[in-house]
């Protein structure tokens, strides 16, 4: 596989960095001044060392060699430097062959860079300060191959290496890095302090990180079990924020000692910092001892901000400090392995989240979340394999997506469940302590879960880890005591090619038998179960535990509607997932009648969060796809109304001081869905608390969580005053929070001109670049802006490249997500004109991605129009034509 690669060549190996960066500009050109020291492992004689740079410009470079038989060490400088512009190479060539017989070799380089203005790399943050000022902050972004725009380095992931960091920072800021400071001391020049920090352990250069800035903190310190020894755990804001960090940082600390025990390997580095860094491109990195997050994904008001943000902010902590383990002292090989990272955390971040709070039901919500997002991206022709080549690592950011996070997580979820938690957790542990500081793969993960567990791991999860997609299993009843299974893999698009479903997975069921519920798993193509309890329905995947569909007949999924309000909520959340992402690809029988009905029946359930979380996903698509039929429109915003109407009425809009957490997260949902539908009580409650805020211009006046509700809701029916309000509440709003529920309700407007009006400010500087992006994403999932929004992408094109700064972290899903939600061939035809003849490297797969899933949603559109009418006839929310 490795052949594969365009790797750098492995003639030298990097050992150590020693990195001075000075003369920060702190305002333009944003400029700095680098010099790098890499002590070098000579593997084959070599003139030459080439290793990566991007965007910087190389001013001199020499390598000094120290033979034992010299009395000296002997400085070689080069005059041959040569930069790779378009695969981000820097070669250096020396007069002296370089020889592995030399043990004492360093590479120096000089430098300059600029701290830039796209998340990208070393980078910087414009805020505003208490004081009112436009003021930054600066930090990096080096995953996954970025750290080659703040210095030159052997960018990657198995080339680890210590790491010596010393910066000069204006003496009124703050520096911090990876490990403690060391030492702090006045420069030479006037108000600048040089610090430095203790020596990293082995790591890879997309770990290492450093941020800049006029931080503040707050602090707690644990005692680890084992050595005794404390470590402080510091939560850093810019100034006037850090007491909104404490929540974060106690949930910091309690996952840390989670994982302590769960791995049986405590926290390795001495100290452990969170910060804030006012833009970015993701929710988080996990960066080694310095983990930096979005605002909104840290920080929390325990007085203004909105509660149902707390499981957000408990989960995105715990994935990221689930890295400290794996991925940061145990890391992949190569970016092919990126699901070992990152589905790994995701499910431990989920695992620490159900630990912490075994009220929240987490595991339901990540069924009816992260199971469903996996389901909707894997079911494409487009997608990939968990394990994917990759070629070049400039190409990664198109795999930091549902597959290698979410359905990665599920699939791990899937081998837990089947090994048993205890011996599962054991052979992860031990695949970190033998692989501890270095690069492994997944087969050594499977040897470890297999001696741990004394099962067969290899054989069960090769199909889900190296092939794409997943299956679909069909169900029918052969007698009353038997069914037959068949397994094929799933496809929105509709039935497979034959050379596309050639697949067997180990698919994990529970079949109902009179002597209890067996586990069978499915390896062949199809089979027939005996010993059936005929009395019993067909939910073979219990609990949605497994990674797959079910298909039923007809008589069997009427008996599934019947008992739905007795089923679990995991079963609940399995069926309708299940309908709704089969009658998007028209398989069989299955339509959007099945779906409605579903929802129907789960009225007679007791209200869950989950529940009707991922129903009013399943009502929003169908609104999405059939919008362009204002009678449908109007009739699906019925029904609307009455599965969430009197959820809404009995919840009302007054939160008790009782009230958990999931009875808030409920409210507020059921307010938005019932409200945005139209349910007349609803809105007039919404429009008096928005009254209230205008009059006032006190967000106080609305609780914290319903200000989503309120302020959507007002978008919607007084779309013009509502805009201006809110614009003018994000402009003067420090609260990270605040501004991401800003940005979610102007998405709700209706008119192409003020969607234009919206778009304009935002692109012109009214908003941050990560907000403008959100901004972009959440107007193209509203029928009523999206077609504002493409034409507005087409004239500001240029504008937008240079606003959100080009890189393929932040257009790869930019361009997936506005794109996707189109409904006809036109539109398809359209997009791929506009993209045709123009530099898509980065978002290739994305533009990919969203052509598919145009061309999916037109054929559902153009085969269920009539069965929605339909069904909306049969029920009453449509007058016969």
Not at 116 to 140: I, K, L
Not at 619 to 630: A, N, P, W
Not at 681 to 687: K, P, S
Request: aromatic share 10%.
């Amino acid at each position: 596989m490795s052949g594969m690669r365009d790797l750098l060549p492995d003639d030298v190996k990097p050992e150590h960095y020693s990195l001075t960066l000075s003369d920060l500009r702190i305002e333009a050109p944003w400029t700095y001044s680098g010099h790098v020291e890499i002590v070098l492992q000579v593997r084959r004689a070599t003139h030459t060392i080439i290793l990566n740079s991007h965007e910087l410009k190389i001013h001199r470079a020499q390598v000094t060699v120290q033979n034992s038989s010299d009395p000296g060490p002997l400085v070689h400088s080069s005059s041959d430097i040569s930069l790779d512009v378009e695969h981000q190479r820097c070669s250096i060539r020396f007069g002296v062959e370089l020889q592995p017989s030399v043990r004492n070799v360093t590479l120096a380089i000089w430098f300059e860079g600029c701290a830039n203005e796209y998340m990208a790399g070393f980078y910087r943050s414009q805020y505003t300060a208490p004081s009112g000022v436009a003021t930054h902050m600066f930090s990096t972004q080096f995953e996954p191959s970025e750290a080659r725009r703040a210095f030159p380095c052997f960018d990657e992931p198995a080339s680890k290496a210590t790491f010596d960091l010393q910066l000069e920072v204006p003496s009124n800021m703050t520096a911090l890095s990876n490990m403690p400071v060391k030492t702090s001391r006045p420069s030479d020049i006037d108000e600048r302090t040089i610090v430095t920090f203790e020596r990293s352990p082995r790591m890879s250069t997309y770990l290492l990180s450093w941020a800049v800035g006029l931080f503040e903190f707050v602090e707690q310190s644990l005692t680890r079990k084992r050595s005794l020894e404390p470590l402080p755990i510091r939560v850093y804001t810019t100034q006037g924020l850090s007491q909104h960090g404490r929540r974060g940082l106690q949930v910091a600390c309690d996952v840390v000692e989670y994982f302590s025990e769960m791995f049986d390997i405590e926290y390795p580095l001495p100290k452990l910092d969170l910060i804030a860094v006012h833009e970015m491109s993701d929710d988080a990195m996990e960066n080694w001892g310095l983990v930096t997050f979005r605002p909104t994904a840290l920080l929390y008001n325990e007085t203004t901000s909105d509660p149902s943000y707390v499981s957000y902010i408990t989960y995105i902590i715990a994935h990221e400090l689930a890295h400290q383990w794996f991925g940061n002292i145990t890391t992949m090989e190569w970016w092919d392995e990126l699901w070992l990272n990152e589905g790994f955390a995701t499910w431990a971040g989920w695992s620490a989240c159900d630990h912490l709070h075994p009220d929240w039901k987490v595991w339901a919500t990540f069924a009816a979340d992260d199971m469903r997002t996996a389901f909707d991206l894997d079911g494409l022709r487009s997608s990939h394999p968990i394990r994917v080549p990759i070629p070049d690592g400039r190409e990664v950011d198109s795999i930091f997506d549902s597959i290698s996070y979410l359905k990665s997580a599920s699939v791990i979820r899937m081998l837990a469940a089947r090994l048993g938690l205890p011996a599962f957790l054991k052979g992860v542990s031990e695949y970190l302590k033998t692989n501890a500081y270095g690069n492994a793969t997944a087969v050594a993960l499977w040897e470890a879960l297999e001696k741990a567990s004394g099962q067969k791991v290899v054989s069960v999860m090769t199909s889900w880890i190296e092939d794409v997609g997943f299956p679909v299993v069909t169900v029918s009843r052969t007698t009353d005591n038997q069914i037959h299974v068949r397994q094929e893999r799933f496809l929105l698009a509709g039935e497979p090619k034959p050379d596309e479903s050639t697949t067997l997975w180990n698919v994990p069921m529970q079949v109902p038998t009179r002597e209890g519920i067996r586990q069978v798993d499915l390896t062949d193509r199809d089979t027939v179960i005996e010993d059936v309890n005929s009395d019993s329905s067909y939910r073979l995947n219990a609990g949605q535990i497994g990674f797959y569909l079910t298909q039923v007949p007809a008589e069997e999924f009427e008996r599934l509607c019947d008992n739905i309000s007795t089923s679990s909520i995991e079963d609940q959340i399995g069926l309708l997932t299940d309908v709704a992402t089969l009658a998007m690809s028209g398989r069989g029988s299955n339509t959007t009648a099945e779906v409605l009905s579903v929802i129907s029946s789960s009225m007679t359930a007791k209200p869950s969060y989950p529940v009707l979380d991922i129903t009013w996903f399943c009502l929003d698509r169908v609104q999405s796809i059939f919008s362009d039929d204002e009678d449908i429109s109007d009739a699906l915003d019925d029904f609307t109304q009455d599965i969430f109407g009197q959820a809404a009425l009995d919840l009302g809009w007054t939160v008790q001081a009782t009230d958990d957490h999931v009875t808030i997260k409920l409210r507020a949902l059921v307010l938005s869905a019932a409200g945005l539908a139209g349910h007349e009580e609803t809105v007039e409650e919404a429009l008096k608390l928005w009254d209230e805020f205008r009059k006032t211009k006190d967000t106080s006046v609305i609780h914290p969580s319903l200000r989503g509700s309120v302020f959507s809701i007002a978008m919607l029916y007084r779309e013009l005053e509502a805009f201006d309000s809110l614009r003018e509440a994000y402009t003067n709003s420090n609260a990270p929070d605040t501004r991401e529920i800003i940005v979610e309700a102007m998405s709700v407007v209706q008119t192409p001109e003020l969607t234009h009006k919206c778009l304009t400010w935002a692109l012109q500087g009214g908003m941050t670049s990560s907000d403008t992006s959100d901004l972009m994403t959440e107007l193209a999932k509203n029928p009523a802006a999206r077609e504002t929004v493409w034409v507005f992408m087409r004239e500001h094109w240029t504008s937008i490249l240079e606003r959100l700064g080009g890189s393929s972290a932040v257009m790869e899903p930019l361009i997936r997500s506005t794109l996707q939600t189109f409904t006809t061939r036109e539109r398809r035809e359209e997009v791929e004109a506009f993209f045709t003849g123009k530099d898509t490297t980065g978002y290739t797969r994305g533009l990919a991605i969203a052509l598919e899933r145009i061309g999916i949603n037109a054929a559902y559109r153009e085969r269920d129009g009539e069965v929605v009418r339909d069904w909306l006839e049969e029920n009453d929310y449509l007058d016969d034509e």
